[in-house]
């Protein structure tokens, strides 16, 4: 190869030219194998059948029961013919598409602008306004239907608004889905929006193209990825969705409550692996068209790109603060109506601002202790949570050998996206329920809530864990080989003090969802496990509205103070962990 001079020395010399220590040392420790590998690779080969045993497993459990009957024989496809066959059943499918369908349609076009604002106007309160729309993740996703019962119930606040239609039934189910899944939209929408070339816009500008021809020529081409994963993500979500549909869906079925029915009401646990199936369908198909478009998403990006800066325009950023305020004010009047009805003695009859909810509702009746339950399994999913997925990811991102075993974790990791929590939790119950399963003693206790829950929500935080640590140099591992530093020890003094913002975020995430989740556990608690969500979900179908009010303003309020925790430890505990960065 050519020297500076111009210049080429011979490969021979190249080969005999000593090289330098370090390098010789490096070279070792990439060829030789330490004990402390022979620790790795029983770690990664325990993830690996971890994930086997609590994902895979429970799902091919369901597989089988699909295709076979009460008394285990092989039918084959026979429970599918018959299901599809039941025209009440039938229904329930076009029941479940239509509603997608229409929460899709609404939401992504509100979103949208929400986070075209947000990004592309000079409008003031912008982090305000971003933190406001955050607050239906805050709270399980049936407290909205409890609130727009109140609003446009029977006896509701606003019912002449719908012209004497009923809000139970699809108007209901379809509203409260918007509410529940504007937030996961608009996260995507405002990431997509804000990896705009900011070049292009100027290119625009310098010609003369008008606003609205920006919009459509560069705006909406280079979101385009973002605006189809938001709709996956909406109308997956709003399919596989069960709380919403038990509160104020009525007499309007879908297939979510058909497995809920077949499942505790009937028994029938063979044709609920058939409409389980069925949920999966469409979770699977969202999961590899959103697999295939964040590849190309990827290739879009330019390393040359300016991020984009708005500038003032008094007209557009005053109709975007009045949209942005409206939604926002929408928002707080949801969750506003759920606090309050926690509050009142007898709605609508006494409207009296009375603590009963709270005390003889939840404290003197018991139920307060699913919401300590609640906060238990939070604790639980956090501390194994976090070990678990960011110490699996870190195995297969950072450590040597077993190359093999790598992409099966990789794959399995992925696996629970595409996995509705209702299907994952009735698999637990096949699979863990059997009586030649070893580990059926799993089944009723705390510990199978917080293994569901953690493969429930394993492929986000993984993929948040390996986010962080591609930023890292695979030098700090091939160093710490080098010198024989165990694997453990570079983990523990440099990758988590470097991670320690992702571990932060994933410990929040974790935590919001064992609080709020109710899809993946109301198949597998028992009388000394009830969770917070799930009390709150019987406590309505009882027609205790102000005790399921109360539960649910208690777990908005405690996962509101897990934010705030948060937002305060990245900005103390980090200044101490992250010190190096400002070096």
Not at 29 to 48: E, K, N, P, T, Y
Not at 201 to 207: G, I, N, P, T
Not at 401 to 411: F, S
């Amino acid at each position: 190869m050519p020297d500076g001079g111009g210049m080429s020395r011979p490969a021979s010399t190249l080969g005999a030219m000593p090289l330098p220590a370090t390098a010789n040392t490096a070279a070792a420790g990439r060829q030789q194998s330490h004990w402390h590998d022979r620790i790795a690779h029983g770690l990664l080969l325990l993830v690996c059948a971890g994930l086997a045993v609590f994902l895979l497993m429970p799902v091919l459990t369901i597989l089988v029961q699909s295709v076979q009957d009460k008394d285990g024989a092989f039918v084959g496809l026979r429970q599918f013919t018959e299901y599809m066959a039941t025209p009440a059943l039938r229904q329930s499918v076009f029941n479940t598409l239509l509603v997608a369908v229409s929460v899709t349609l609404l939401v992504i076009p509100a979103a949208f602008t929400f986070a075209y604002a947000l990004t592309r106007s000079m409008m003031p309160f912008k982090r305000f306004f971003r933190t406001l729309s955050l607050i239906p993740i805050l709270a399980p996703s049936l407290l909205a239907a409890i609130s727009f019962i109140q609003w446009f119930g029977t006896q509701g606040v606003l019912k002449g608004l719908l012209g004497g239609a009923s809000i139970y039934g699809p108007i209901g189910i379809i509203i409260s889905e918007c509410y529940a899944v504007f937030p996961h939209a608009l996260m995507i929408l405002i990431t997509a929006l804000s990896l705009a070339d900011g070049r292009l816009y100027e290119v625009a500008e310098s010609l003369g193209t008008s606003r609205l021809r920006k919009f459509h020529t560069i705006t909406l081409p280079g979101a385009k990825y973002g605006l189809i994963s938001a709709a996956l993500v909406v109308f997956t979500f709003t399919v596989n969705d069960f709380g919403v549909p038990k509160v104020i869906g009525g007499d309007f079925n879908v297939l979510a409550i058909d497995v809920y029915q077949l499942v505790i009401g009937q028994q029938n646990f063979n044709k609920g692996a058939v409409v389980s199936l069925l949920l999966l369908l469409p979770a699977l198909m969202a999961f590899a068209v959103d697999f295939t478009i964040r590849r190309k998403l990827q290739s879009q990006l330019s390393a040359r790109a300016v991020p984009f800066v708005p500038k003032p325009h008094r007209m557009f950023d005053s109709l975007m603060f009045c949209y942005c305020a409206t939604v926002c004010l929408l928002l707080l009047a949801v969750l506003g109506m759920a606090v309050y009805t926690s509050f009142i003695k007898l709605w609508p009859y006494n409207l009296t601002l009375v603590w009963d909810h709270y005390y003889f509702g939840l404290v003197q009746d018991g139920i307060l202790e699913s919401y300590f339950n609640s906060l238990r399994l939070a604790a639980y999913v956090v501390a194994s949570g976090i070990v678990l997925i960011f110490g699996s990811a870190y195995l297969v991102e950072k450590t040597r050998g077993m190359d093999a075993a790598r992409p099966v974790i990789r794959l399995l990791a992925m696996l629970p996206m595409g996995v509705p929590g209702l299907v994952l939790g009735l698999g637990y119950i096949m699979f863990f329920n059997h009586p030649a399963n070893p580990l059926g003693f799993l089944y009723g206790s705390m510990a199978i809530l917080v293994l569901s829950t953690v493969v429930h929500y394993f492929t986000s935080s993984y993929l948040t864990a390996v986010t962080a640590l591609k930023a890292i140099d695979n030098e700090f591992e091939a160093v710490s080989a080098s010198l024989k530093v165990p694997f453990y020890k570079t983990f523990m003094r440099v990758t988590v003090p470097v991670c320690l913002p992702a571990i932060l975020d994933i410990g929040r995430y974790l935590f919001i969802n064992a609080m709020t989740t109710i899809s993946a556990v109301v198949f597998l608690y028992s009388p000394d496990t009830t969770l917070a969500s799930v009390a709150l979900l019987n406590l309505e179908a009882e027609g205790k509205i102000g005790p399921a009010a109360a539960m649910g303003t208690l777990i908005v309020l405690t996962s509101a103070i897990i934010c705030l925790l948060y937002a305060l430890a990245t900005r103390v505990l980090l200044k101490k962990a992250q010190r190096w960065r400002r070096c």
